[in-house]
């Protein structure tokens, strides 16, 4: 075994949320087509740019020069992190606006760009439950709500896994 394939192995998996844009316009493409997938933001494919926050924050003010800093870093890093800290066998859950139901899955691809695409960041996942949000305390639900389009899912994770 080398080390790439061991550090693989040992990958505690994560848990991601993801929205399906605004309205929920990805809604039929998440669970239709098995993808999760972010709206382009003007920077193209991420697999073009350098391995770090900074060359995502860059490019996202190269596009929008008058965004803030603040604004770059939060659009830069969900980016940065939907291409290089989510990982195939990390888990995503999608709240779906449309039937109040949050959709638990598992990603099975690396990140893939199709600029033709209205969603051209992607990832194939296989959903393996689905719950409603009703279901859910009140805590795990206002995480789920939160207005970010992709986070890491940690404060409530344990109640998830339940």
């Not at 040992?10 to 990805?26: L, T």
């Not at 949050?102 to 689905?130: C, D, M, Q």
């Not at 795990?140 to 992709?150: I, K």
Request: glycine residues 10%; proline residues 4%.
């Amino acid at each position: 075994m080398n080390r790439r394939q061991n550090i693989r192995e040992s990958h505690v998996p994560r848990i991601w949320g993801i929205r399906a844009g605004k309205g929920g316009e990805a809604h039929d493409l998440f669970l239709g087509e098995g993808i999760i997938a972010l709206a382009d933001a003007g920077i193209g494919d991420l697999t073009k740019l350098g391995r770090s926050r900074e060359a995502f924050y860059a490019a996202y003010r190269k596009s929008h020069p008058e965004a803030t800093d603040t604004g770059s870093a939060g659009v830069g890093g969900k980016f940065f992190r939907f291409a290089h800290e989510l990982r195939v066998d990390d888990l995503v859950v999608y709240p779906a606006f449309q039937d109040k139901t949050v959709y638990i899955g598992a990603v099975l691809s690396e990140y893939s760009f199709n600029v033709t695409l209205p969603f051209p960041h992607r990832r194939l996942v296989r959903w393996k439950f689905a719950i409603p949000k009703s279901e859910f305390s009140q805590a795990s639900r206002n995480e789920l709500g939160a207005a970010r389009t992709f986070f890491e899912f940690k404060n409530h994770a344990e109640e998830l896994l339940s």
